[in-house]
């Protein structure tokens, strides 16, 4: 009879100020105000957290045992060879629910002694992602992080702190909705000579129609019941505002294209949020989702762009996720 072990009382988080309450608030209003919100607004409540799940297991090619699993597999299967009883404490920044990260875990078992540290801008999801982390075998669990990724930075070195082996930080899932510079000075800051990197990106298929069959990856009901959530959140009532999903002509700086979303609304709207009153107009949209796609070549860049030796890079069959190995210089 299998025997469930106690969970224990509470799990001690550190929380940046850059996902305070106050900041948060001022951030969304400033967000509708500007006419882009912020993508880490939709990952924030445990509501969105769980929407966000049912997309991922949905639609995510990197949860496709038959495509994408197979790039992160075949860098796992890299790095327990490079560590070699070394162990090494796995930092997941952005790690969303941990599915990725636990899969690097349980392909570094016997590699030495492993922690994990969780760190993401969804306090939810850092909740699901140390569950899931906790139950790798021989794994000791850093204390987890909650911040902006963007803007904590500078601070991450003293968040997650210090454990054996070498550090292997990975950055999965973060490019599609972050500008690349951003996202890679927060590994950055974390890598030390000799540490490795793995970080993975959405990629845009060669052929003809490939965009448009990302694009309905986007444009059904679980996406738009995800985005919905803020924008019910915001007091915007059924049929006062519509969510159109597209492709974003701006894709950003490395990226070969984008999908974008964006909130139009029918008729002028009062809102009276947390931080402030906003007023939306028609023909005034605001984006609320921006999801970039990269080719091979440019995530090749990016790695290399930011002084990292690439030491692999491994695309999904059907070419839609691309992870790449790196490694920190040692002279």
Same mark, same amino acid.
């Given at each position: ?54 997309? /991922? ?131 950055? /800051? ?15 298929? /060669? ?104 030491? /692999? ?19």
């Amino acid at each position: 009879m299998l025997r469930t072990l106690p969970r224990p009382p509470f799990i001690d988080v550190v929380v940046h100020e850059s996902v305070h309450p106050e900041a948060l608030a001022a951030e969304l209003r400033e967000g509708l105000v500007e006419g882009e919100v912020a993508t880490r607004q939709h990952y924030l409540s445990a509501r969105q957290a769980r929407l966000w799940r049912e997309i /991922a297991l949905a639609f995510s090619p990197a949860r496709n045992d038959e495509d994408g699993a197979r790039a992160y597999d075949a860098v796992n299967g890299l790095l327990a060879d490079r560590l070699a009883g070394d162990g090494a404490h796995v930092i997941g920044l952005g790690c969303g629910d941990g599915a990725k990260e636990r899969r690097m875990l349980d392909a570094l078992a016997g590699s030495g002694p492993l922690t994990a540290t969780a760190v993401d801008v969804s306090l939810p999801l850092v909740q699901v992602a140390v569950d899931r982390l906790g139950g790798a075998a021989g794994t000791a669990l850093g204390r987890p992080v909650v911040c902006d990724l963007g803007l904590a930075a500078a601070d991450l070195p003293a968040m997650v702190g210090e454990a054996p082996g070498p550090r292997v930080v990975s950055l999965y899932g973060i490019l599609p909705g972050m500008e690349a510079f951003s996202a890679m000075a927060s590994a950055l /800051a974390l890598l030390r000579p000799g540490d490795l990197l793995a970080v993975s990106a959405n990629l845009l298929p /060669a052929g003809e129609g490939s965009l448009e069959a990302v694009i309905a990856q986007y444009d059904n009901g679980p996406t738009r019941r995800w985005l919905g959530a803020l924008v019910e959140d915001a007091g915007i009532e059924e049929g006062l505002a519509d969510v159109r999903i597209g492709e974003l002509s701006d894709p950003g700086t490395g990226a070969a294209a984008a999908v974008g979303a964006w909130l139009e609304p029918r008729e002028e709207l009062e809102l009276e949020l947390e931080a402030g009153g906003v007023r939306l107009e028609p023909g005034s949209p605001v984006r609320l989702l921006r999801s970039a796609r990269h080719t091979p070549e440019g995530l090749e860049a990016i790695v290399q762009a930011a002084g990292l030796e690439l030491l /692999a890079l491994e695309v999904s069959p059907t070419g839609e996720e691309g992870v790449a190995l790196a490694a920190a210089p040692t002279g």
